[in-house]
């Protein structure tokens, strides 16, 4: 998939060499995606053709990959800046050790590579990105005492200096890179989650509330993790559950969420669903349980298969048509068991007067714990 500027999807891989990557980094100015998981693969942003593929890990800044060998046996492995277009070998930076399993965070604005430590005294080891000059971050004496660290944007990252003690989170910060200035302290809840596709993200109360790194404000609720984000492109793409990837795109509006009055329509056990799953009840569903029930606005939903569930009950439906998010909230009753359940509890309901493009998160009721439907949205066409 590409996005251009107005974040609208232009381009979509199809042919025999498709692949499923597990994150995804946007060189704007290279026009290359680099995609990965146990390799590497650079793709022209205009048809999607493979350009390269490497069984290297690539650290995007700016328009330099930079690439190291994240499964080295006996690290320190190499460490390379290589043109993201052709993977071509601009200069290698011997100096700077990554080691395996290590992950490297590169500040070249101040000139600065840091990677996790294997020694038993500090956290961090603090490399110059080219030897011949010093380090220029002003804060870095300060920054050398951090037990963890981890990059938001450009400008921003999260700090600890705690440990784990007392039965209590350690405290962290949303710092100002370029100033070491302290803009948000959190000591009640870990404040950030990394993810393999969209790097680390600064969240609320719950994972799916992400906050604006830039101050900490309330940025957008999602009903799943995104795949990319960038609060200054105004730009998010989420996972779909049935497939694809929906692009959100940051608009001025207000927000409308009104409640959606449904009718419970049938409801029944399906074999076949094994996941959460929400889709137009059109007959396409693997259900032969709920295959007559099928109709206009009709929806089916289900939690997929559950230990010791085996019915469910939608408390509401909301719909909020400055953001074209559609909410489902359901609950479950304890599980009987710990065995996975053989058929998938589903249900069809029919909305009433609603019609257009949605993008549909199943949301459990209460909101927390949640039992099911975590990572999950659906896109779906309401005639």
Known sequence: MRL??????????SDADSFSPTHVVLFEDAGVVVAGGSWTRGLDLRTLDTLWKTDSECVAVADRCYAYQPFTTSPPGTFEERDPRTFALVRSLPHIKVGQLTTPTILSDWNLVVVPSKSSDHWFDFFSLDPAAPITLPWIDRLRGARSIALLSADRAIVSYDGWQNGRFPASELTDIATGRLIARYEDRLPAVATAAAGTLLIGATVTEVLDPRDSSHGLDLPTLPLYASFEKGIVVLPLGNGGAAVLQRE????????????????????AIDFTRVQ???????????AAARGARRILVSIGKLPGIDRFEISGVTADEATGRLAIRAGVGEPRS??????????????????????????????????????????????
Do not use: K, M, Y
């Open 338 to 383: 710990q065995s996975l359940a053989s058929n998938a509890p589903t249900q069809v309901i029919q909305l009433e007067s609603l019609t257009g493009h949605w993008l549909v998160g199943l949301e459990p009721d209460p909101l927390t714990p949640r039992p099911f439907g975590f990572w999950t949205a659906f896109a779906i066409d309401v005639p």
């Open 280 to 290: 137009l009840a059109d007959g396409t569903a693997d259900c032969p349980a709920l």
């Open 4 to 13: 251009d500027a107005a974040g609208r999807v232009v381009a979509q891989q």
């Open 252 to 271: 001025a509006g207000h927000s409308s969420e009104h409640a959606v009055a449904f009718t419970s329509i049938a409801e029944g056990a399906c074999p």
